[in-house]
């Protein structure tokens, strides 16, 4: 089976950092994703990890460890719009790409910013 | 470009009812997935098309079906409905193809909100 956790909910004041641990056990292993959804909203991508180690993009990071089943999304610099359910979400195995389109999501960490 | 278009964005149902829901993926993409999207049980994964032939499949009751057509819009079809079937569909678009990281990307519509009464 899959099984994805993650915290349901986190809050953090303004100009701080935060970080959105992400635990995982799934059959087969390709990818991690992390998706960013304000209420009412679409999904917004993130970030992507495959190999071990801390992807940095802005103020945004994430972390993937494959050997721990552990990713981590860590938000610097918080603004009050970063206020959002953020998403970790897990690519299985490729088998000559017919997985790609299939994605097991945790639950969503719902992160409030406070002013 | 323009993004993923999913239509109707809201609609109102009655038990045992039947509907249908549309997804018009980024120009180019030819994987379409389906995601079922509740407070309870978050996103869940209903079923992927690529090239008009279904390729994933989650673990929905046959109610759920959908298809692909050959512009790479989708529809997804849900019957006899249950007050269950309550939730946010969404749909994402993605290359589909094992060629890059890039291509790995999924972009969402914003959704379709059934409520069912």
């Known amino acids: 089976g899959q099984n994805i956790d993650q915290p349901t909910e986190m809050t953090a004041t303004e100009g701080a950092i935060v970080q959105i641990n992400c635990t995982y056990q799934t059959s087969g292993f390709n990818g991690l994703f992390w998706y960013q959804q304000h209420a009412g909203e679409a999904p917004t991508f993130l970030s992507y990890n495959v190999l071990d180690g801390l992807e940095e993009k802005g103020r945004f990071s994430s972390f993937l460890s494959r050997s721990k089943g552990y990713s981590y999304l860590l938000l610097k610099e918080l603004q009050m719009k970063d206020s959002a359910s953020y998403l970790c979400?897990?690519?299985?195995?490729?088998?000559?790409?017919?997985?790609?389109?299939?994605?097991?999501f945790g639950r969503g960490t719902q992160l409030t910013v406070w002013p | 470009k323009a993004g993923v278009t999913q239509t109707p964005r809201y609609l109102i149902k009655t038990r045992g009812q039947q509907v249908t829901l549309s997804c018009s993926p980024i120009?180019?993409?030819?994987?379409v997935s389906w995601y079922q999207q509740t407070p309870g049980q978050g996103l869940q994964f209903l079923f992927e098309y690529f090239s008009e032939t279904q390729r994933n499949k989650g673990n929905f009751p046959g109610r759920f079906s959908g298809r692909q057509f050959s512009n790479s819009r989708s529809e997804m079809n849900v019957s006899t409905l249950e007050l269950g079937d309550s939730a946010l569909y969404l749909c994402?678009?993605?290359?589909?193809?094992?060629?890059?990281?890039?291509?790995?990307?999924?972009?969402f519509g914003q959704g379709t909100r059934l409520t069912v009464v």
């Open positions: 979400a897990v690519s299985p195995q490729a088998d000559r790409g017919s997985t790609l389109g299939r994605l097991y």
């Open positions: 994402a678009s993605s290359l589909g193809q094992p060629s890059g990281r890039s291509n790995t990307e999924a972009f």
């Open positions: 120009s180019g993409h030819r994987s």
